[in-house]
């Protein structure tokens, strides 16, 4: 039941490839700037509850008002006295709801602005990643460009020496048929 309560989560390894990180840091970042917008999303709901919440509050502290101002004219004091209390009390889940409502609204608007703010991010690591992408995909060309011509002056090499060698050997083939000659003579 407990096995593996203790246990450190694996990390996953870390990739090399310098595409495969922005890749990486781009699905993190949207990941974030959703969890953001969902969450912005359920305080601009709960926005509109406390808003008809607040006209009910309203409502009812305007019909309190109208039944103690009835039970005034009648004379009725415990009535009165009553309907003071439960004004006392809706005026209390009036302001209550008022304050909640001014936090749901800059805390939604807060993250609005977070997730569009990461949106921005996220748009300006695709060009990094895309010019990253063609400097790389350069580079690799260049590279093996580069290669190529590595080759070619290393086969210029050879040739040189192969030369080199050749003539070492007709310069010694000379000498032989000058030695060849002399004794000859």
């Known amino acids: 039941m407990f096995f593996g309560l203790w246990k450190r989560k694996k990390e996953r390894p870390r990739s090399t490839d310098p595409l495969a990180a922005f890749d990486e840091l781009l699905e993190n970042l949207e990941r974030q700037a959703a969890e953001m917008r969902k969450s912005a999303a359920t305080l601009l709901a709960l926005k509109g509850d406390l808003s008809r919440s607040l006209e009910r509050c309203s409502r009812k502290l305007s019909d309190i008002d109208a039944r103690r101002a009835t ?39 807060l993250l609005l602005e977070a997730a569009g703010e990461l949106g921005e991010r996220v748009e300006e690591l695709r060009r990094e990643r895309e010019s990253a992408s063609a400097r790389l995909t350069l580079g690799g060309i260049i590279t093996d460009t580069l290669k190529e011509r590595v080759a070619r002056f290393e086969q210029a090499l ?6 080199d060698e050749v003539e070492r050997a007709h310069a010694l083939a000379e000498v032989y048929r000058d030695e060849l000659r002399e004794k000859t003579d």
């Open 71 to 109: 039970a005034l004219s009648r004379g009725d004091a415990k009535a009165s006295s009553v309907l003071e209390k439960d004004r006392a009390q809706a005026e209390a889940q009036l302001t209550s709801t008022r304050e909640a409502l001014g936090r749901a609204e800059s805390d939604s608007q």
């Open 158 to 163: 050879v040739v040189d020496a192969a030369r």
